[in-house]
Nanobody, 123 residues
Framework: QAPLVESGGGLVQTGGSLRLSCAAPGRTFSTYDMGWFRQAPGKEREFVAAISRSGGSTFYSDSVKGRFTISRDNAKSTVFLQMNSLSVEDTAVYFC????????????????WGQGTQVTVSS
């Protein structure tokens, strides 16, 4: 079993919304800063959003700022990514990740990863 388990991906039309979830079973979830990354076909994995362990601070890439919202529920050991106004350019496999350090835009700074969930936006 992957350390983190994503869900909520799927096929949506341009302008639509999806909500991704990432559960961290069996882990002390509140001790991790959490991040979302994505990887489109033929491209490198890129940072999307991150949230501090308390949930008090959030960070976004310029490409999703104002459209995506990251949040977390430490009682349920789950982090969410609400994605609105989706475009074809958002099509990718989305990964959640956990770090014992301070959040980062660099994927190598994260300790644990999920298996990814596919998001496909059709025109």
């Amino acid at each position: 079993q992957a350390p983190l388990v994503e869900s909520g991906g799927g096929l949506v039309q341009t302008g639509g919304s999806l909500r991704l979830s990432c559960a961290a079973p069996g882990r002390t979830f509140s001790t991790y800063d959490m991040g979302w990354f994505r990887q489109a076909p033929g491209k490198e994995r890129e940072f999307v959003a991150a949230i501090s362990r308390s949930g008090g601070s959030t960070f976004y890439s310029d490409s999703v700022k104002g459209r995506f919202t990251i949040s977390r529920d430490n009682a349920k050991s789950t982090v969410f990514l609400q994605m609105n106004s989706l475009s074809v350019e958002d099509t990718a496999v989305y990964f959640c990740a956990a770090t014992t350090r301070v959040w980062s835009r660099v994927d190598g700074d994260y300790n644990y990863w999920g298996q990814g969930t596919q998001v496909t936006v059709s025109s």
